[in-house]
């Protein structure tokens, strides 16, 4: 039988470096609540994204939840956003009293079609939530001359983005507020955790409250909150795999080179073309079988008869989900169907070798 070849496979550090560094928690027995590794790990966050306003979070999605209702943004309010991206993007708007309210996406990179976006502002528009999909940039500018027109805040689901620069900038740069998901299996990883990053002080003193049941001070609750805090031990794997991370990239864009050249110029398959100016992180491999002379699900059954294990990354589109179809299902958002029913995200990951890369892609292109 042949070894299984998943979809992702988690970095790590070696079990010596993580070990030394989590030697500190047996002395001081500090597990939680912004403990040493915490602020250690926060600080270098700070110094990598360079900017001041970055907080720690037990995982991407309360990252998120949290972050919005640090904006304070009016309840009932209606938030732009993509119908192509994890569930956890529009269960991060309803669970803040938000409404969402979905724009397609381009047929260039899957991100939100900025085109669109302004005849979806009414009165009760209070921001724009873009999702950097795969890694791959939304048109920031675009949205940013957008969001000052119309006085509206800028949230970006940037879970798959950790690390990409456009034009040397890191994107923590973009937006009132970015989020990065490090969940195991993202291409930087802290076991779980979120990071939030943002423009203004406002927001980020908030925080401090927000992720702590709302405690304002030892005996007193101001605020209806949740437990959202990073422990010690995700801290240490963040501190550890971040020293790592360049190489890491490195790796995987020795993946992701094998990938398009094997696969560009394949009638019937599509690859999202490189952004000027984007330093990317190769953080997946999507691949759409538009036309193809296999269908997606073909292509994902031959690859799993060799033992190789592809995702259909995303799929279903939001409006599609069980939870949401009642209010979004007979809405059309065609480029986003599309996408959802011809991509398969491949296997990506720093171990991953040449060789295995030049397999996958002869099972497909046999």
């Known amino acids: 039988m042949n070894k299984p070849i998943y979809v992702t496979k988690s970095s790590m550090p070696s079990f010596e470096e993580y070990c030394e560094k989590i030697k500190v928690l047996w002395e001081n027995r500090w597990l939680s609540n912004r403990g040493c590794l915490h602020k250690e790990f926060e600080t270098l966050l700070q110094e990598r994204t360079g900017c001041p306003y970055v907080f720690l979070y037990a995982n991407g999605h309360v990252a998120l939840e949290v972050g919005i209702d640090a904006l304070r ?5 209606e938030v732009i956003t993509t119908p192509y991206t994890h569930c956890s993007t529009t269960h991060s708007i309803v669970r803040n009293g938000l409404v969402p309210v979905f724009c397609d996406i ?14 979806y502002i009414t009165p009760k528009t ?3 939530m873009a999702t950097h999909v795969y890694g791959v940039l939304c048109d920031v500018d675009a949205i940013d001359q957008i969001a000052k027109k119309h006085n509206l805040k800028v949230i970006y689901d940037a879970a798959h983005a950790f690390g990409v620069k456009k034009n040397g900038v890191d994107i923590s740069a973009y937006g009132d507020m970015v989020m990065f998901s490090c969940h195991a299996t993202k291409v930087f990883h802290t076991i779980e955790g979120g990071i939030t990053v943002f423009k203004d002080k406002e927001p980020y003193d908030m925080i401090n409250n927000l992720v702590n049941f709302g405690f304002d001070g030892p005996e007193d609750v101001k605020w209806i909150s949740t437990n959202a805090r990073m422990n010690e031990y995700e801290a240490a794997m963040g501190i550890c795999n971040l020293k790592h991370f360049d190489e890491e990239i490195a790796k995987r864009k020795l993946a992701y080179d094998k990938y398009v050249e094997m696969l560009s110029n394949v009638p019937g398959i599509k690859l999202i073309a490189p952004q000027e100016g984007v330093t990317l992180n190769y953080a997946y491999m999507p691949v759409f079988f538009d036309g193809y002379k296999y269908t997606r699900q073909e292509v994902q059954d031959r690859l799993q008869e060799h033992n190789v294990w592809a995702r259909k990354y995303f799929y279903p589109i ?3 989900l069980a939870c949401y179809q009642d209010q979004y299902g007979d809405l059309e958002f065609p480029v986003s169907k599309h996408a959802a029913e011809t991509v398969l995200a491949l296997p990506m990951y720093a171990d991953l070798s040449v060789e295995d890369v030049e397999k996958i892609c002869k099972i497909i292109l046999g």
């Open 73 to 77: 943004l009016p309840k009932g309010g």
């Open 106 to 119: 381009n047929t260039d990179d899957y991100t939100i079609d900025v085109n669109q976006i302004e005849k």
């Open 126 to 128: 209070v921001a724009i």
């Open 318 to 320: 939001i409006p599609d």
